[in-house]
């Protein structure tokens, strides 16, 4: 698959900062993916669904023209750097981002639990 308008790159954000980062990116026009599931956890004696996200620590960002990106996308709050091998910046295929937006999507109709099952041993 050729990807439109731009390649796939993965950033490294600081801890627990990918959705501000997410936000400072997306008020720049960098379109972001920040792939997420629905956890279903006992919360306070009761039954919640929470968003959590699947890569913490990381961002997708696809841009068109990298050079022209880098110093305000590094600088971008909650950003720490690209990921890269060497000196090159690494890119992502437009395959596995489209794998992932739809497992993403099946995951919002389907809860990923965590909890117990009866019959399940406990230990």
Same mark, same amino acid.
């Given at each position: 698959?050729?990807?439109?308008?731009?390649?796939?790159?993965? /950033?490294?954000?600081?801890?627990?900062?990918?959705?501000?980062?997410?936000?400072?990116?997306?008020?720049?026009?960098?379109?972001?993916?920040? &792939?997420? $599931?629905?956890?279903?956890? $006992?919360?306070?004696?009761?039954?919640?669904?929470?968003?959590?996200? /699947?890569?913490?620590?990381? /961002?997708?960002?696809?841009?068109?023209?990298?050079?022209?990106?880098?110093?305000?996308?590094?600088?971008?709050?909650?950003?720490?750097?690209?990921?890269?091998?060497?000196?090159? $910046?690494?890119?992502? &295929?437009?395959?596995?981002?489209?794998?992932?937006?739809?497992? $993403?999507?099946?995951?919002?109709?389907?809860?990923?639990?965590?909890? &117990?099952?009866?019959?399940?041993? /406990?230990?």
């Amino acid at each position: 698959m050729i990807c439109s308008e731009g390649k796939w790159y993965l /950033l490294k954000t600081k801890v627990r900062q990918e959705r501000r980062a997410k936000d400072h990116l997306e008020r720049q026009n960098i379109e972001v993916f920040c &792939p997420e $599931v629905f956890i279903e956890i $006992v919360k306070r004696g009761e039954l919640a669904s929470v968003s959590e996200i /699947l890569f913490p620590g990381y /961002l997708f960002i696809k841009i068109a023209n990298l050079s022209d990106s880098v110093g305000s996308i590094r600088s971008t709050r909650g950003v720490l750097n690209f990921v890269s091998f060497g000196n090159s $910046v690494t890119t992502v &295929p437009c395959s596995l981002i489209e794998v992932l937006k739809k497992r $993403v999507e099946s995951s919002a109709k389907n809860f990923i639990s965590k909890l &117990p099952k009866k019959g399940d041993k /406990l230990f």
